[in-house]
């Protein structure tokens, strides 16, 4: 504020209350081949039966991306999925297939002139959909199927009843599971749309837009609008219709099915990694726990390592991998297999590698299956966020229990686990009459440090993140003692509340004019250096038992 040249009172009001903010640590993230849903785009996901509901059930083919998806979310809450494929057709109604792969790219889509209606999403489950739609007239309601699944016939909209004449201008809409793939019963009611507008300038009650279009591509979950049948009029305003040109109703129900879709459900190496791309901006996609998908034996190592890169890129996740279920299922070695694969996995603090597949309960059809447990050593790590906290170990009897596993394909003895957990592999292991445990907490770091364990790398990326997030607002301030010390009050109560939280054992930060000297001023920069002692988690126990003679005192032997 400018200098007062005259008496007067200013007030002036200084924020000093900036604090270190919270940042989210349980995010998981994965991608792979589904039956529905929507391709090349982010999708959250925060339980199994929201999982079912926007990707559909697993079938033989995406169970191997489902599973590991579900297992991760019996532990947390909040996944990101990205639907990949190879091969996908939408269903239309000209039945000649069309790529539609998300409510973004359907913008760009140009259908085919008798494409009144597409699948919203690519697969062949949308060619168990049918659209059926009502006109305005008494003959065809009573002939519908579906109207007793509306309070009455249409006919002209409220929004148009001002206007002379009748435009007999509304209809009702009912898409159908027509083959019974969404439902498991054919001709189920997937949704209904009543009394939606032919007119394009038709207006619901509240004040949004009835124009039946606007309403099945803004609301619908299964079908996308192509183009007007030629049974009714192509849309106009309502006042035209009110002017004496109502809208065609028609005497009959119109109804189209929906063919041409196709599905490949076995996207490649390459295919799988460019899905998982999506996640490698860390500016616009917060994520914590990249969780590792299937692949081939011949691919695992390629696609462990994408993964890696990503997560060592970005710097603020870590992704988990796991050997192909071939390398551990009715294998004749598999420990000297998943060595094999973890000596050529790349060496880093940003992944985690475990040592066999799982053996779960698929309830959809009703079998067992070997998976992947990238996702359930991810949904480790998250339970152990919300049980204690991220700088905790996710492994060991206390927090490292897998859960829904009936069995697991390789359970190793003493001697396999020490070769696997040298070889950088946490093993998982079967305990009799202790359940199914990780029993190692090791990242895929080659190099001995504190950040060869996963607690003290997923500390440094909570220390990291908060931290560069609160020094955003230092950003364009003058590099002057007041600033400086304003961020040492900023980070020093963040760093005593994670100490007695047991992440760290001691810490310093050194923010004044020693690191921050002329030079450093004169470049605009501004630099800080936090040093950190973290807690380290117990791998190995020695339980010494000393026998001594009656008579003498433990003080002598102890030197206490």
């Not at 949004?208 to 079908?223: G, L, W």
């Given at each position: 504020?400018?200098f007062q040249v005259s008496p007067g009172v200013q007030v002036k009001e200084i924020d000093l209350t900036n604090v270190v903010p919270a940042v989210s640590t349980s995010i998981g993230a994965t991608a792979g081949s589904f039956q529905w849903g929507?391709?090349?785009?982010?999708?959250?996901?925060?339980?199994?039966?929201?999982?079912?509901?926007?990707?559909?059930?697993?079938?033989?083919?995406?169970?191997?991306?489902?599973?590991?998806?579900?297992?991760?979310?019996?532990?947390?809450?909040?996944?990101?999925?990205?639907?990949?494929?190879?091969?996908?057709?939408?269903?239309?109604?000209?039945?000649?297939?069309?790529?539609?792969?998300?409510?973004?790219?359907?913008?760009?889509?140009?259908?085919?002139?008798?494409?009144?209606?597409?699948?919203?999403?690519?697969?062949?489950?949308?060619?168990?959909?049918?659209?059926?739609?009502?006109?305005?007239?008494?003959?065809?309601?009573?002939?519908?199927?579906?109207?007793?699944?509306?309070?009455?016939?249409?006919?002209?909209?409220?929004?148009?009843?001002?206007?002379?004449?009748?435009?007999?201008?509304?209809?009702?809409?009912?898409?159908?599971?027509?083959?019974?793939?969404?439902?498991?019963?054919?001709?189920?009611?997937?949704?209904?749309?009543?009394?939606?507008?032919?007119?394009?300038?038709?207006?619901?009650?509240?004040?949004?837009?009835?124009?039946?279009?606007?309403?099945?591509?803004?609301?619908?979950?299964?079908?996308?609008?192509?183009?007007?049948?030629?049974?009714?009029?192509?849309?106009?305003?309502?006042?035209?219709?009110?002017?004496?040109?109502?809208?065609?109703?028609?005497?009959?129900?119109?109804?189209?099915?929906?063919?041409?879709?196709?599905?490949?459900?076995?996207?490649?190496?390459?295919?799988?990694?460019?899905?998982?791309?999506?996640?490698?901006?860390?500016?616009?996609?917060?994520?914590?726990?990249?969780?590792?998908?299937?692949?081939?034996?011949?691919?695992?190592?390629?696609?462990?390592?994408?993964?890696?890169?990503?997560?060592?890129?970005?710097?603020?996740?870590?992704?988990?991998?796991?050997?192909?279920?071939?390398?551990?299922?009715?294998?004749?070695?598999?420990?000297?297999?998943?060595?094999?694969?973890?000596?050529?996995?790349?060496?880093?603090?940003?992944?985690?590698?475990?040592?066999?597949?799982?053996?779960?309960?698929?309830?959809?059809?009703?079998?067992?299956?070997?998976?992947?447990?990238?996702?359930?050593?991810?949904?480790?790590?998250?339970?152990?966020?919300?049980?204690?906290?991220?700088?905790?170990?996710?492994?060991?009897?206390?927090?490292?229990?897998?859960?829904?596993?009936?069995?697991?394909?390789?359970?190793?003895?003493?001697?396999?686990?020490?070769?696997?957990?040298?070889?950088?592999?946490?093993?998982?292991?079967?305990?009799?009459?202790?359940?199914?445990?990780?029993?190692?907490?090791?990242?895929?770091?080659?190099?001995?440090?504190?950040?060869?364990?996963?607690?003290?790398?997923?500390?440094?990326?909570?220390?990291?993140?908060?931290?560069?997030?609160?020094?955003?607002?230092?950003?364009?301030?003058?590099?002057?003692?007041?600033?400086?010390?304003?961020?040492?009050?900023?980070?020093?109560?963040?760093?005593?509340?994670?100490?007695?939280?047991?992440?760290?054992?001691?810490?310093?930060?050194?923010?004044?004019?020693?690191?921050?000297?002329?030079?450093?001023?004169?470049?605009?920069?501004?630099?800080?250096?936090?040093?950190?002692?973290?807690?380290?988690?117990?791998?190995?126990?020695?339980?010494?038992?000393?026998?001594?003679?009656?008579?003498?005192?433990?003080?002598?032997?102890?030197?206490?």
């Amino acid at each position: 504020m400018a200098f007062q040249v005259s008496p007067g009172v200013q007030v002036k009001e200084i924020d000093l209350t900036n604090v270190v903010p919270a940042v989210s640590t349980s995010i998981g993230a994965t991608a792979g081949s589904f039956q529905w849903g929507p391709v090349d785009e982010i999708t959250q996901v925060g339980s199994e039966k929201a999982l079912v509901a926007k990707f559909g059930e697993p079938n033989d083919d995406t169970y191997k991306y489902f599973y590991p998806a579900a297992q991760f979310l019996q532990y947390g809450n909040d996944l990101r999925v990205v639907r990949a494929i190879t091969g996908h057709l939408n269903a239309t109604a000209s039945g000649t297939g069309l790529l539609i792969k998300n409510d973004t790219h359907a913008t760009s889509v140009t259908y085919q002139g008798t494409d009144t209606y597409a699948a919203r999403f690519p697969g062949a489950m949308g060619n168990s959909l049918k659209v059926s739609k009502c006109p305005a007239n008494a003959t065809a309601f009573a002939a519908w199927a579906y109207a007793g699944s509306f309070d009455s016939q249409p006919g002209t909209s409220t929004y148009s009843s001002g206007l002379s004449g009748d435009t007999l201008d509304e209809m009702h809409i009912a898409v159908i599971d027509e083959d019974g793939l969404f439902t498991g019963t054919a001709g189920t009611i997937l949704e209904t749309f009543p009394f939606v507008s032919q007119a394009s300038d038709g207006k619901a009650d509240d004040g949004t837009s009835s124009y039946y279009k606007d309403v099945i591509n803004n609301t619908s979950r299964y079908v996308r609008w192509g183009a007007h049948p030629s049974a009714l009029t192509d849309a106009g305003s309502i006042v035209t219709a009110a002017a004496g040109a109502a809208f065609v109703t028609g005497t009959a129900p119109i109804e189209v099915s929906l063919t041409g879709g196709t599905s490949d459900n076995s996207p490649t190496v390459g295919e799988l990694n460019t899905a998982f791309s999506k996640f490698s901006d860390s500016e616009t996609t917060d994520v914590n726990l990249i969780i590792g998908a299937e692949v081939g034996a011949s691919d695992d190592v390629t696609h462990a390592n994408s993964l890696i890169a990503l997560a060592a890129a970005r710097k603020d996740c870590v992704a988990f991998v796991s050997p192909a279920c071939a390398e551990t299922v009715n294998h004749a070695n598999p420990a000297v297999q998943v060595k094999a694969w973890a000596d050529a996995v790349s060496s880093s603090s940003y992944a985690m590698m475990d040592s066999t597949s799982l053996y779960v309960y698929d309830k959809y059809n009703d079998k067992y299956r070997y998976i992947i447990a990238s996702g359930a050593v991810a949904g480790l790590c998250a339970n152990s966020d919300n049980v204690a906290d991220p700088w905790f170990s996710p492994a060991g009897f206390t927090r490292g229990q897998l859960f829904g596993v009936t069995r697991i394909a390789f359970n190793p003895t003493q001697a396999e686990r020490d070769t696997l957990y040298k070889a950088r592999v946490n093993p998982i292991v079967s305990f009799p009459g202790e359940g199914i445990v990780l029993f190692g907490d090791k990242t895929a770091q080659s190099k001995p440090s504190a950040f060869d364990r996963i607690n003290v790398r997923r500390l440094f990326i909570v220390l990291e993140k908060a931290v560069a997030t609160a020094s955003k607002f230092q950003l364009f301030e003058f590099n002057d003692e007041f600033t400086r010390a304003q961020f040492r009050n900023l980070v020093e109560p963040f760093l005593r509340d994670i100490k007695g939280r047991r992440g760290i054992t001691d810490f310093l930060v050194v923010c004044d004019s020693t690191n921050n000297d002329a030079g450093i001023i004169d470049s605009n920069q501004f630099v800080a250096d936090i040093y950190i002692k973290p807690a380290r988690s117990i791998n190995f126990i020695t339980l010494n038992f000393i026998a001594t003679r009656s008579g003498v005192e433990f003080s002598e032997i102890v030197g206490q």
